[in-house]
């Protein structure tokens, strides 16, 4: 696969963000807490589970250190610094994408797991479980606002491409 196709998955993957905690804003803190039936347990149990994996991800392609020590990690108890640092985290990963040429994407990324286990893996493949994992858990969240008062905003990749791209609105 080559870079311009991960960059475009980077964008969606914000344009995709920014939509969901616009509507989750809206929700109280209660609501946002909330213990539901999802693998992570609320809304703010899974936006945080996204926010931990993308940060160990990043660091691994970076070759840099981090600070995750579980996928199930509260990184932030509060939705207003959830937000924040999800929109820092965005920005990072579409500089660390559009960084990455088609050499870079074609190697092996080498890293240690959040166990301790060794592992290699092609820097395409990690990416594409990236934008793959983040869109299989905004729509758990997706289902978990589908729970409340806030109505889940679409999603779909399609609609982020027309609102893109004149040429492919209906």
């Known amino acids: 696969m080559d870079a311009t196709y991960f960059r475009m998955l980077a964008r969606y993957n914000r344009w995709a963000n920014e939509r969901l905690y616009a509507a989750c804003a ?3 803190p209660e609501e946002f807490a909330k ?3 999802a693998f992570f347990g609320s809304i703010k149990g899974t936006l945080n589970h996204l926010l931990a994996g993308d940060r160990a991800w990043m660091a691994r392609i ?4 981090h600070d995750i020590r579980s996928y199930d990690q509260i990184l932030f108890d509060d939705f207003a610094s959830l937000a924040r640092a999800r929109t820092m985290d965005d920005a990072r990963l579409i500089a660390l994408v559009d960084d990455l040429g088609d050499d870079e994407l074609s190697s092996v990324l080498y890293y240690t797991t959040i166990s301790g286990a060794r ?3 092609p820097t395409d493949l990690v990416l ?8 299989h858990h905004r729509g758990q969240v997706h289902d978990q606002l589908s729970q409340t008062d ?3 905003p ?8 027309r609102e893109k791209t004149p040429a492919l609105r209906p």
């Open 128 to 135: 594409a479980h990236v934008f793959n994992h983040q869109t």
């Open 154 to 161: 679409p999603l779909d990749l399609i609609f982020y491409l």
């Open 150 to 152: 806030v109505a889940p």
């Open 119 to 121: 592992s290699e893996t």
């Open 26 to 28: 809206k929700l109280s």
């Open 62 to 65: 970076e070759g840099t250190a």
């Open 35 to 37: 213990e539901r039936r």
